[in-house]
């Protein structure tokens, strides 16, 4: 089975820092990969996905994200942190189950907080 | 697009009662998802529907959950009786019939079981 790990729970920024969140799956075929954000007392809202073709992966808000299948991961980058960015950041890796069904395997999130 | 509408937005109960959630999806997506996600935690699938069949509903504690998706659009969830652990947000999301399809979510109903 699939698995999704996120390297630290918390990760704190300053304003204007670099935003680095890591997440690396397991995975015996090629993954769908997702980046998704979560607001306080709102859903999940897609960041961005890599499927097939380019593996430098660029999303909404100046985050992108770049797939390294020899290092099985996807960490997600934005070159100068806001203060809107402080969310919950959460990675998934598509799988196929019973029925060649496809379902998201989630990690455990990742907490973002930006200073000032 | 209208987004995937949920309700309530929150709601105590106490334990042993029963509640129930709605869901209705965006327009034209096939697949629609109840998922669990406690405080601290990611999302936890509980049962997905492909219009309104059940695909997957292995992580549904059917002794006392139970959902269904009539006519293949709107969907609601019930938990009953409730217990202190079901404390939570439910979250509803739906995407088109693709592998790769992104998942659009609402923004959940906060369940408080006292």
């Known amino acids: 089975a699939q698995s999704v790990t996120q390297l630290g729970s918390h990760v704190s920024v300053s304003e204007g820092a670099l935003v680095l969140l890591r997440c690396n799956y397991s995975?015996?075929?090629?993954?769908?990969l997702f980046w998704y954000v979560q607001y306080p007392n709102q859903g999940l809202q897609l960041l961005l996905k890599?499927?097939?073709?380019a593996t430098l992966v660029k999303g909404i808000n100046g985050f992108e994200a770049e797939f390294k299948k020899s290092e099985t991961s996807f960490h997600l980058t934005k070159p100068s942190a806001h203060m809107s960015d402080a969310a919950e950041y959460f990675c998934?890796?598509?799988?196929?189950?019973?029925?060649?069904?496809?379902?998201?395997?989630w990690g455990l999130g990742t907490s973002l907080a930006v200073n000032p | 697009e209208a987004g995937v509408a949920q309700s309530p937005r929150y709601k105590i109960i106490e334990k042993r009662q029963s509640v129930a959630f709605w869901c209705n999806p965006i327009?034209?997506?096939?697949?629609l998802y109840w998922y669990q996600q406690i405080l601290g935690q990611g999302p936890k699938l509980l049962i997905q529907?492909?219009?309104?069949?059940?695909?997957?509903d292995s992580q549904l504690p059917k002794d006392r959950f139970s959902a269904e998706r009539l006519k293949g659009v709107d969907s609601t969830l019930k938990i009953q009786p409730a217990k202190l652990e079901d404390s939570a947000v439910y979250l509803c999301?739906?995407?088109?019939?693709?592998?790769?399809?992104?998942?659009?979510f609402g923004n959940g109903t906060r369940l408080t079981v006292t």
């Open positions: 327009s034209g997506h096939a697949t």
């Open positions: 529907f492909q219009n309104n069949g059940v695909v997957d």
């Open positions: 995975s015996s075929v090629p993954p769908y």
């Open positions: 998934a890796v598509s799988e196929v189950g019973a029925g060649n069904n496809r379902k998201l395997i």
């Open positions: 890599y499927t097939t073709g």
């Open positions: 999301a739906s995407s088109s019939f693709t592998s790769h399809s992104p998942l659009h």
